[in-house]
């Protein structure tokens, strides 16, 4: 309420179920948001637990400010109009050489009229560091096409992130991966 203000409506309907239910305290810690130190143990350990994607894609969200639904699946079946696929990134002046990726947004919940967001792309360095989200993105595509330094993968309309079956990560997996190592 702060500041003596009259409470909400809600607030006040809140209050006066307290009367009738018990509710029980249980005193439950906060969730510590993401920083970059738990971005980086999720990517060592998604990583060491081959399942690359997954803390690729933390790690794309938490830099390029993607909410995670932006980057992988939460139903239905993989759409390379709507959902982000290989073809969204452009690496900037070459795949090997690139200084920094442009990533072409797929779907956003904040796309009101469903147009694709290509006029607000997302540009995400790539460089040396352990957590530089373009180096992640250009090793994991190398990977993935069995690339090595000097020949460029061709960025087709598979999925961006894929799970195990090559099918298109799901947003629960991402979570269950977080999840189990964050605990």
């Known amino acids: ?76 079946a993989y759409d390379p109009i709507e959902d982000m696929a290989e073809r969204d990134l452009k690496f900037v002046p070459n795949f090997w050489d690139a200084k920094k990726v442009i990533i072409n947004m797929g779907r956003s919940k904040a796309d009101q009229d469903g147009a694709r967001s290509k006029l607000r792309p997302r540009i995400l360095p790539v460089d040396d560091d352990l957590m530089s989200p373009g180096r992640a993105l250009r090793n994991l595509i190398a990977e993935r096409h069995g690339c090595r330094q000097g020949r460029t993968p061709t960025l087709g309309a598979s999925p961006l992130f894929q799970d195990d079956s ?4 799901k947003m629960s997996a991402v979570l269950t991966q977080m999840r189990r190592i964050l605990q």
Request: positive net charge.
């Open 1 to 76: 309420v702060g500041m003596r203000a009259k409470a909400s409506p809600t607030s006040q309907y809140i209050q006066a179920m307290k009367g009738y239910y018990t509710i029980k305290d249980h005193s439950c810690v906060k969730r510590r948001p993401m920083n970059r130190d738990l971005v980086k143990l999720v990517l060592i350990e998604s990583r060491r637990n081959g399942r690359d994607d997954v803390g690729v894609a933390v790690l794309t969200a938490f830099a390029g400010l993607f909410r995670m639904g932006e980057l992988t699946a939460s139903e239905g």
């Open 166 to 169: 090559g099918g298109q990560l």
